[in-house]
Antibody, heavy 119, light 106 residues
Framework: EVQLLESGGALVQPGGSLRLSCAAS????????MAWVRQTPGTGLEWVAS???????YYADSVKGRFTISRDNSKNTVYLQMNSLTVDDTAVYYC?????????????WGQGTLVTVSS | DIQMTQSPSSLSASVGDRVTITCRTS??????LNWYQQKPGKAPRLLIY???SLQSGVPSRFRGSGSATDFTLTISGLQPEDFATYYC?????????FGQGTKVEV
């Protein structure tokens, strides 16, 4: 069974940084792209970033230059380093498995981790 | 970016009803449209991929159709566990974008 377990969500001040982790199991992690998708009550679901099996990275314009997605295939883990956080980054962040290429097909998703940016 | 427009934003239905949700995209995405179901406090779950393919384990009462810019999710014989919010999402080109959701209520 594929399982994704996010961690690292917290309350952080505007301008601060945070790193999210997503530990994966139940599939050949190195063969699949992985993604982060966030959800807020106001803006719904928003794709944030993806990393391919060959480590190519892709970002939404709203986070480009501030967030960095990476993966460690030895640990079956994908990360999201978030810098220069603003209140608009407040959301539940989900990790999701993509296809064997970056195809924008998210299944399954983790349970989510809450990031709150507030002073 | 490809814009997604879902309708309606919410609907009321009863067990046994047939429910139809539509999704329109701002440009053609051929068949690269996915549907997700989300229940309160849970992560989204993939139901339908590439417009009409049923994800493994999803009941056959869920059906997706459409192509180009117009897509439909139909639930035939609504069950109590189907009351949830449904989202469409285009997988044609990054940035991957989602519809605003349709809440199916009792």
């Amino acid at each position: 069974e594929v399982q994704l377990l996010e961690s690292g969500g917290a309350l952080v001040q505007p301008g601060g940084s945070l790193r999210l982790s997503c530990a994966a199991s139940g599939f050949t992690f190195s063969s699949y792209a992985m993604a982060w998708v966030r959800q807020t009550p106001g803006t719904g679901l928003e794709w944030v970033a993806s990393v391919g099996p060959s480590f190519g990275t892709y970002y939404a314009d709203s986070v480009k230059g501030r967030f960095t997605i990476s993966r460690d295939n030895s640990k079956n883990t994908v990360y999201l380093q978030m810098n220069s956080l603003t209140v608009d980054d407040t959301a539940v962040y989900y990790c999701a498995k993509d296809g064997q290429l970056v195809v924008g097909w998210f299944d399954p998703w983790g349970q989510g981790t809450l990031v709150t940016v507030s002073s | 970016d490809i814009q997604m427009t879902q309708s309606p934003s919410s609907l009321s239905a009863s067990v046994g009803d047939r429910v139809t949700i539509t999704c329109r995209t701002s440009q053609t995405i051929t068949k690269y449209l996915n549907w997700y179901q989300q229940k309160p406090g849970k992560a989204p779950r993939l139901l339908i991929y590439t417009a009409s393919s049923l994800q493994s384990g999803v009941p056959s009462r869920f059906r997706g159709s459409g192509s180009a810019t117009d897509f439909t999710l139909t639930i035939s014989g609504l069950q109590p566990e189907d009351f949830a919010t449904y989202y469409c999402q285009q997988g044609y080109s990054a940035p991957w974008t989602f519809g605003q959701g349709t809440k199916v209520e009792v």
